[in-house]
């Protein structure tokens, strides 16, 4: 099986998605030259700029055109250029896209997928950088993809362009270019509300997704020469989450720590951490942990506060290496 | 009068395209919404039902605004006060009060919404919620992918004046205008945003010029007077079929009721000003042309008061009698099943 980016995984869902059904489209700002982050390079030159449609910068009528059309039929994947301007665009995802079967009981639907690169990759300060999953989190009628792999990438967008509701796609952008894996040839898709085993272990559970399961994988390959065996869950989709597969993750060790980059307080983690106490107390021999970017507004630019605030392997390692003691 | 023959007065709707059964049918449509709404304010006050909110006053041009559309193919996004509107587009009385009712067989939404938050896959009409504007970045996403797939038609949006100082108004007209797309933006000018005056909203300036910042047509039409909104909305669609992108329609009307039944309008305004505006009521002016053109009497008017009200009569019956939907239909269509 050819290895392919992360980013490529994403581009050439895109391409195939459009390849294989008309209805596809693209809108965002700067699309048509390839995006400022090169998702969408080359797509313009194959379906025309009337399927990789520029934008005005505008977030919320992106989102609020992509339902429109998705409405009247079509397949719109509306990119924001980062996470961070997902905000003027959040009362056209939570009030209208979340709410659009349910208000109309079923008359309307809105299958459209909302592209949103997001976290850190060093240098990008408050608004180049931000987690906002924890925003739309917790909001029913929306559906919460975020992959860590290449093949989930490229499996995940597949099935939220085929998806009959509304699916943000959260995609890592340090993700992009340093994750890199193995993807068949031939159509398939990862399902929507499916967790994955992305390591086996029986000392500690680590729950996380995006960047995040690299560096949790990093540290189990150096706590397996210590001597601690560490399981590694990725959760792939944010809503619904995949609870029996959280659930199973933690009897399998009886040590959970949640790891995630997005802000502590109210992140995805705090509502795991309740799944777990609520369904599976019994199973457990240690405190549910957590280990995320400290409660400040976001990360700032020097290196200094960067390195204090993101995660890395080292604090991934020490924190699982804290519970497997416990 | 006016000093005009029978008819040249009669030329006036059929220079316009409007055939003598079609201006009756017209004024039907307006005095059956008036009634519904009346109903449905007494219901609210009797206690049968839990909320209104009324578009009394703007139903002349709401009217007109309809029977300038393609019926069979344009879409709609109209907003909480288009009952009128709707009716003209083929929603009927007794599905208006199955919403009022909040009653399953309610087809806007299975008595999930408030009334007046239209949606009905059949009739074109998309469904709609409270915040105000976000609506019309989805007529310009209707729009866009109708032109995509070829199919010719235009989207119709409506909204008061409040709603036009939304962003979504802003971000839509101007996506709308940078792909000529088309768009009939229509926005109610009903002088109040619950409120707040047109003069605390909007200041000195006209909605309808603020078309020319997005490059597109904006007019501005007496609300109370159909046949020039009709004429101004069929330009606007001839317009748009044309390729010639979208128009800004500002309708020039007054809400006659309080902003909902939870209001007391004259905490705001005073009883004079409101009974001023009545005097200039768009459907008493329709009648009174209608009238002045031979086409209308009294004895028509009383049969059709007669009528609209066994309509209003029958319905109120059918959505009182109808069920609720069941406890556990809370949870169905979160997502598709």
Redesign the interface.
């Known amino acids: 099986m050819p290895v392919i980016t992360y980013l490529e995984g994403i581009r050439s869902a895109m391409r195939e998605e459009m390849e294989r059904d008309p209805r596809v489209?693209v809108l965002g700002e700067d699309v048509g030259k390839g995006g400022v982050l090169n998702a969408t390079k080359g797509l313009r030159d194959l379906f025309g700029e009337?399927?990789v449609l520029d934008?005005?910068l505008?977030e919320?009528?992106i989102?609020?055109?992509?339902?429109?059309?998705?409405?009247?039929?079509?397949r719109?994947i509306a990119e924001m250029q980062f996470a961070d301007f997902i905000f003027?665009a959040a009362?056209?995802i939570i009030?209208?896209a979340a709410?659009?079967?349910?208000?109309?009981?079923?008359?309307?639907?809105c299958p459209v997928v909302i592209r949103a690169p997001y976290g850190a990759t060093g240098g990008g300060s408050l608004y180049h950088s931000q987690c906002p999953e924890s925003v739309f989190f917790g909001t029913?009628?929306l559906?919460i993809v975020a992959p860590s792999t290449a093949f989930d990438a490229k499996g995940l967008l597949k099935a939220a362009v085929r998806?009959?509701?509304p699916v943000l796609y959260f995609e890592h952008k340090k993700c992009y270019l340093s994750v890199s894996d193995e993807v068949p040839d031939h159509d398939y898709e990862v399902p929507i509300g499916k967790a994955d085993v992305k390591r086996e272990g029986t000392d500690v559970t680590v729950i996380t997704y995006g960047m995040t399961v690299h560096y949790a994988l990093k540290a189990a390959d150096v706590l397996a020469k210590e001597g601690v065996d560490v399981h590694v869950l990725d959760l792939r989709t944010l809503q619904p989450l995949d609870r029996e597969a959280i659930l199973e993750a933690t009897a399998k060790t009886g040590k959970v720590l949640i790891v995630h980059e997005d802000n502590k307080t109210g992140g995805v983690g705090a509502e795991i951490a309740a799944l777990i106490a609520e369904e599976a107390f019994d199973e457990l021999d240690a405190p549910i942990r957590r280990l995320c970017p400290p409660d400040v507004p976001a990360v700032a630019i020097n290196p200094v506060a960067e390195s204090f605030f993101l995660l890395n392997p080292d604090k991934v390692a020490d924190a699982i290496r804290d519970l497997a003691r416990y | 009068m006016d000093g005009l023959s029978i008819d040249q007065r009669l030329l006036r709707h059929r220079a316009t395209g409007l055939t003598d059964e079609q201006v009756l049918s017209m004024y039907r449509t307006m005095v059956l919404a008036r009634l519904y709404d009346e109903r449905a304010h007494l219901l609210q006050r009797a206690g049968k039902v839990p909320f209104h909110i009324s578009g009394i006053g703007q139903e002349a041009a709401q009217v007109a605004a309809a029977f300038a559309l393609d019926r069979e193919r344009d879409?709609f996004l109209p907003y909480y006060r288009d009952y009128a509107f709707v009716l003209a587009v083929g929603m009927t009385v007794r599905e208006l009060m199955l919403a009022l009712f909040a009653k399953a067989e309610?087809?806007?939404?299975?008595?999930?919404?408030m009334p007046g938050?239209f949606?009905?896959?059949r009739l074109r009409i998309?469904?709609g919620?409270s915040?105000v504007g976000?609506q019309?970045?989805?007529?310009?996403?209707?729009?866009?992918?109708?032109r995509?797939?070829g199919d010719e038609l235009v989207?119709f949006v409506s909204f008061g004046e409040g709603a036009s100082n939304q962003?979504?108004f802003h971000?839509?007209c101007?996506?709308a205008g940078?792909h000529r797309l088309p768009v009939i933006f229509f926005c109610e000018n009903n002088q109040y945003a619950i409120s707040v005056p047109y003069s605390k909203q909007v200041g000195r300036a006209r909605i309808a010029d603020r078309a020319v910042g997005y490059g597109f047509t904006g007019v501005r039409v007496d609300g109370n007077d159909a046949l020039e909104v009709y004429r101004v909305v069929r330009e606007a669609r001839e317009r748009a079929i044309a390729g010639e992108g979208p128009t800004l329609v500002e309708v020039m009307t007054y809400r006659l009721a309080p902003h909902s039944t939870a209001d007391d309008d004259l905490l705001y305004r005073t009883r004079e000003e409101i009974d001023e505006h009545r005097a200039r009521d768009g459907i008493v002016q329709f009648r009174r042309y209608l009238t002045e053109c031979g086409l209308w009497n009294d004895e028509k008017e009383q049969a059709l008061l007669a009528e609209a009200r066994a309509v209003v009569d029958e319905a109120t019956q059918y959505a009182d009698r109808a069920p609720y939907p069941r406890p556990e239909d809370t949870l169905?269509?979160?997502?598709?099943?």
């Open positions: 489209f009337d399927r934008t005005p505008s919320s009528a989102v609020g055109v992509a339902i429109g059309a998705a409405m009247y039929g079509l719109p003027p009362n056209q009030s209208e709410k659009i079967r349910y208000r109309s009981n079923n008359d309307w639907s029913p009628g559906k998806d009959d509701d | 879409w309610d087809p806007n939404s299975g008595g999930r919404q938050h949606g009905c896959r998309v469904t919620s915040p976000t019309v970045p989805h007529a310009v996403g209707v729009a866009l992918a109708a995509m797939r989207a962003g979504d971000e839509g101007n996506f940078v169905r269509h979160v997502y598709a099943e």
